[in-house]
């Protein structure tokens, strides 16, 4: 069965899930706190639910969507459209520092992200906007209450995974609000809650080559079960493990933001 949301069919191929509960949405664009002067953008603003209150803070609203009915609905809104600056595009591609310019000599303000996040793209959206983060002062997104709880997860916890180690690699994680399923409409089967995520000024550890970091973070996590002695093999030996402060009986989960920084500049330090 569709499940229909204001005249418009809930996609499942776009993940979509829309916000209707007004307590909620207030709750959320409390929690953003848009500013006039800011350069704000919404990904996959839906049907406006987060949009609309948005654009009563503001004056003007950078909106990425992917579903061309919906960005036909904006261009047609009757409040907002003046205040729109709509791109049709998969944000899971957009290069997002096409929203800066390219003149060095301007004084462009950074990008505050919002939204809320489908959730079958979440995490490699997540990703996606990390490269990003020296043109963002912060992002504020709705995600599946799970990949927050794994985006601000410390070692040892059972959510502690790749997304952990490099989202506070670049990020701080603050999880902000719990959003019940009844919020949104079709009710999807997992809680929600709201993630700010401010990108560090200065980065919490020191690497030679970031690229590395994220091979021997799959390298570990991939092969979870397994100690790293065995998962890391390919990167580094027992001895070397060892000759840096690391437990080769350890599994992936065990290692924190810094060991992994260190396994990733002794890879590094080979070549």
């Not at 509960?21 to 919404?42: A, C, F, L, R, S």
């Not at 003149?103 to 995490?123: A, E």
């Not at 506070?168 to 999880?175: A, E, K, L, V, W």
């Not at 550890?205 to 397994?226: G, P």
């Amino acid at each position: 069965m569709t499940k229909q949301h204001l005249g418009h069919t809930a996609r499942k191929r776009f993940g979509q899930n829309f916000l209707h509960d007004n307590y909620v949405i207030d709750q959320i664009v409390t929690v953003i706190g848009p500013q006039k002067d800011q350069h704000m953008v919404e990904i996959g603003p839906g049907l406006g639910a987060l949009t609309e209150p948005v654009c009563e803070l503001i004056d003007a609203l950078t909106v990425i969507e992917l579903d061309r009915d919906l960005a036909a609905r904006l261009r047609t809104h009757p409040f907002i459209a003046s205040k729109l600056t709509i791109i049709e595009a998969d944000a899971l591609k957009y290069d997002f520092s096409e929203l800066l310019s390219q003149d060095k000599s301007s004084d462009d303000k950074p990008l505050r992200i919002f939204g809320n996040l489908p959730y079958n793209i979440s995490t490699p959206l997540m990703f996606h906007l990390f490269s990003f983060t020296n043109k963002v002062q912060d992002m504020h997104f709705m995600l599946q209450k799970e990949v927050v709880n794994r985006l601000a997860a410390s070692p040892g916890n059972k959510s502690y995974g790749r997304l952990s180690v490099m989202a506070q690699y670049h990020c701080q994680i603050i999880p902000v609000l719990q959003v019940p399923p009844s919020a949104f409409n079709p009710p999807p089967k997992v809680d929600s809650a709201v993630v700010r995520l401010i990108p560090h000024q200065q980065k919490p550890v020191s690497l030679i080559n970031e690229d590395t970091l994220h091979k021997v973070c799959a390298q570990a996590f991939n092969q979870r079960r397994k100690t790293i002695r065995n998962s890391l093999k390919e990167s580094l030996s027992e001895q070397q493990l060892i000759d840096i402060d690391i437990n080769p009986e350890l599994r992936a989960e065990n290692l924190s933001l810094q060991q992994y920084a260190n396994i990733a500049n002794a890879v590094d330090s080979l070549v």
